[in-house]
């Protein structure tokens, strides 16, 4: 296994346990996501995502979808076949591969501007050996709605050098204990609320759950917002600079942490997440100072810890 893949599979593994009881607003509801396709052989991935949707037809699809990613075809079309959603729609085009493949088109051409639709057209279009045309429908999975989880999948596709997904801010502070009661779709409504009143934290607790759902034009909305509640809180900054980072353009966000850095040498907020985002563009050597640094700034709190966790798993690698 290449360095550059070791720590991108620590980059993945990592950064859960800091971000606190927000990440299990989707550990409870997420499908298992295919890999990202290295091959042509048997059924494209299928990726369907629903959120924190906790209804009949959301549990029955995400229970297909796994049928079908494990090679069980035919029992998830059986469910794809009951509801007439976008989504079992996709699934069920799918689940007839390879003569379902028309329809998926089909589908495609009614809904052209459906991240759903067009993410998985693409990979329809890449299992039968049109690249292009598969880049072309990732493209417009990720330019037309941005805010999805599609979208954040269609960019893994196009920049597979990249980790999966995007980097995700971690908070320095602890979430309210009472979310550990909650359920998922609770746990959201809980955060949304709390995010309505003039409260830095809560709004980028808020961002963060946000983040997890795969709705980063959203996410990135909190972060500024409670940027704009605390201008001097190097936090906030950051999480405004964490959510900014784009596989096309990581200068997005490394033109903020630069300046934060040198403004704010002794933040442990900024060192950790440049050494998070550097870790993104396997800058390993430049990522264990940084997350040196903010270890030292202190080992103990949330950041420290997970700083710990990070260096850990990086020992042996770029040395």
Known sequence: MSPRVRVYGIVAGCA??????????????RTTPPKPPQGRSGLPPLVLDLGVRTDREAVDLRRAANLYNGGKAGRAAAIFAR??????????ALAAWPGGFSKLRALAGEHPRESVVQLNYGL????RGDDAGAKAAWSAARRDQPDTPYAVRAGDLLHPNFPRGLPTFVPSFRPPAVLARLSPPRQLAFLERNARAEDEHARLLYGVALQRLGRPVSALREFESAAALAPHDPEAQVAVAVGRFDKANPSKTFSLLGP??????????????????????????QAKQELRLARAAGPRTPLGVEAAAFLAKLRGIGH
């Open 16 to 29: 859960v346990a800091a971000a606190g009881l927000t990440v299990g607003i989707t550990l409870a509801t």
């Open 124 to 127: 329809g279009l890449f299992w």
């Open 260 to 285: 934060l850095a040198k403004r704010y040498p002794k933040s442990q907020s900024v060192r950790f997440h440049l050494g998070l985002c550097l870790l993104w563009l396997a800058s390993v050597q």
């Open 83 to 92: 509801y007439p959603s976008v989504e079992a729609r996709v699934g069920a």
